[in-house]
């Protein structure tokens, strides 16, 4: 799952997205509701933020673990700040510059296999963080999950968060997503629409196995259970659980798998 934008497209694709955080937060309200995040405000998804920036920024730059940012110091550090959005400011800039200020051969420690080098990988991995929150901001403005086409997320972007999620995430040994006991293994394409991109998963009671190419590469594979596409930001989205653009083709019983997905596949952060 090595990335596959540049260095600087996901420092912009950081910058991007803390601006659209930031202007929503303000119109829509500390106070308001994230329709994409049950039981948030604005005010939690600005402090969660902040504090995912902080906790990168520290193992960039080699802090001891032990005093790496939790969900819980970093709330009570934002919350005490006096000002929440200078506080998120402050900890995108800084994460920014540690990013630039970081040697090409950075050794640091990154939690998902085959990322790459750890540079790049943080680099990606906050610019997908900030970039889905900044979705959720947007929902928060506008009372409802923004369509694909709404949000300033381009068909690149989009795609390579896909990428990170489906060869980064899902095939992780604590993945939830499994057939059933009893179950017999199954395929599932998915299938960007406006750009030359899919991915084949292989879910079974084993670990899911992903593989990734275009659209004839992964289509090539053999007919496959399900098929799910959309444009590259639709599938972005709605594979994060925010959205529901996805065309799903394929029946894998009474439940279509991919409320299975929506139910089973829960990135956390700790």
């Given at each position: ?50 504090t995912a920036h902080r ?122 997503l499994r057939t059933a ?32 190419g275009t659209r004839a ?54």
């Open positions: 799952m090595p990335a596959s934008l540049s260095f600087a497209a996901y420092g912009e694709g950081i910058g991007n997205a803390s601006a659209v955080v930031r202007a929503n937060a303000v119109s829509a309200g500390l106070t308001a509701p994230v329709p994409s995040c049950p039981g948030w405000t604005v005010l939690d998804l600005v402090l969660h933020l902040g906790w990168a920024s520290a193992i960039i730059e080699g802090v001891p673990q032990d005093r790496w940012p939790t969900e819980k110091s970093g709330r009570a550090e934002g919350l005490a700040s006096g000002d929440v959005l200078e506080w998120f400011d402050d900890g995108m800039a800084h994460l920014l510059h540690v990013l630039a200020s970081a040697p090409a051969d950075l050794k640091a420690f990154f939690f998902l296999k085959d990322a790459g080098r750890p540079r790049e990988a943080w680099a990606r991995r906050q610019a997908h963080e900030t970039t889905i929150h900044g979705v959720d901001a947007m929902a928060a403005r506008l009372g409802r999950v923004p369509t694909a086409s709404q949000t300033w997320v381009t068909a690149a972007l989009a795609a390579d968060g896909v990428d990170e999620l489906l060869t980064g995430f899902v095939p992780r040994k604590s993945g939830k006991p009893g179950e017999p293994p199954l395929t599932v394409l998915v299938r960007a629409t406006d750009i030359d991109r899919a991915w084949t998963l292989r879910v079974s009671a084993d670990p899911v196995i992903t593989t990734t590469q992964e289509e090539a594979h053999g007919i496959p259970d399900v098929v799910w596409e959309g444009t590259a930001a639709a599938l972005y989205l709605g594979l994060w659980n925010r959205g529901d653009e996805i065309t799903e083709i394929g029946e894998t019983g009474e439940r279509s798998f991919l409320d299975r997905w929506r139910t089973d596949q829960r990135v956390q952060w700790t």
